[in-house]
């Protein structure tokens, strides 16, 4: 088989880059490692940023979007038993939308099929070849047989365990890392949210958060223990702590349970000769600033327009940039991400406490303290260098 860009992942990067490429004309092929079903019930993160939507807009898969997804003109802080609200569009001007991840998955898949562009699910055994070539090739299985993508390009959207990344040689590659030492336990229940905007709640007794998947369907996180697992957090202790960390919770049969842990990490470059990187192969951020999710849509749209004026124009200047560009904004993200998982989350430590408080305050009560907040959540605009 021969394409021009060999995408290996089937999650919002590679199919975000698909329907792109499509759009400008240039062929594509995605490999996917797991089956169809498998990438469609994921659960992972919800909320999109105004430039993800216009993406997503821009792609033409935004039609169940706009009719099941909800939108959000701010968020809730709560602390000192207190919740201030922060008009996000009143400050920006940009609005958010909650929507699952994998419905999005869903609708792109959905798309990419429409529009008859190659995915290969349940392919094994990819490997990236000749990457410092300019005829790199995947080599994959498919049904037990051997297979092999020539491509003038691959995109590594392979997520954080994937292969891409490591084809990069080791002396190239900088990883850098940041953990946290605690854990998120993320639920989905049926039950309605009580609060209509995602609430933050910064409790002595840890973190917590209230977010949704429509109307009916709660989201909450709640922090624990990077020891704990999920016997250590029996149903009634689950709502005890929602409850007292939230202020207030509708409680009900919890749909789905998971632990996740807590980490920064950003692979620099993001290219290696004709291999490019995109979403959770390149950088992770942990879940607190809601980024990884329009990150990953970020990358694939300054990857796309690049690779679209490589094959339209050969214009290579964006391609060029493309790593360095698409790191800015990861590195915006991380700043945000950190800031505002050290200003909500027990560290157990009074110190970091009142500290945490002082930030609180200042984002609530201070213009330019909420405008900061807002302008980094809501996502600052799109442009072609960040
Ligand atoms: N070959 C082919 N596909 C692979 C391989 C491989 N060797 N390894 C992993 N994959 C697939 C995974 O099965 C997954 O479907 O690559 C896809 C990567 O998708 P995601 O992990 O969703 O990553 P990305 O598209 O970058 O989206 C980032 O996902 O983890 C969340 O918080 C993160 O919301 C963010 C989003
Ligand atoms: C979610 O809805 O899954 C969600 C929302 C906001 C966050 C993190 C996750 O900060």
Known sequence: ???????????????????????????????????????????????????????LEKIGV??????????????????AEQVHHLN?????GRRMMIYGQQEIVKDE??????????????????????????HPSISFTRDGEAERLDCDFVAGCDGYHGVSRKSIPAGVRKELEHAYPFSWLGLLAAAP?????????????????????????????????????LDEWPEERIWEQLGLRLGRVNEGPI????ITTMRSFVSEPMQYRRLFLAGDAAHVVPPT?????????????????????HQRDGDDRAL???SSVALRRVWRAQEFSKYMTEMLHDYGDDFQQRVQRARLEYATSHEAGAKTLAENYVGLPASADF
């Open 1 to 55: 088989m021969r394409t021009a860009v060999g995408i290996i992942g089937g999650g919002p990067a590679g199919l975000t880059l698909a329907l792109l490429l499509h759009e400008a004309g240039v062929e594509a092929v995605v490999l996917e490692a797991r089956s169809r079903q498998y990438v469609e019930r994921r659960v992972r993160a919800g909320l999109l940023e105004q430039n993800t939507i216009d993406v």
């Open 62 to 79: 935004d039609s169940r979007m706009h009719r099941e997804g909800v939108e959000h003109s701010g968020i809730s802080l709560r602390f």
């Open 88 to 92: 996000v569009m009143e400050l920006t």
């Open 109 to 134: 898949i959905a798309a990419v099929l429409e529009r008859d562009i190659p995915i290969f699910f349940e392919a094994s055994e990819v490997a990236i070849h000749d990457i410092d070539s300019d």
């Open 193 to 229: 949210p009580l609060s209509k905007e995602n609430l933050y709640a910064q409790h002595e007794a840890g973190f917590a958060l209230q977010s949704m998947r429509g109307h009916e369907v709660s989201r909450l996180y709640l922090q624990v223990s990077d020891r704990d697992s």
């Open 255 to 258: 749909i789905e349970r998971s």
């Open 289 to 309: 600033g809601a980024k990884g999710l329009n990150l990953a849509i970020n990358d694939a749209r300054l990857l796309g327009a690049a690779l679209a004026s």
């Open 320 to 322: 060029a940039d493309y």
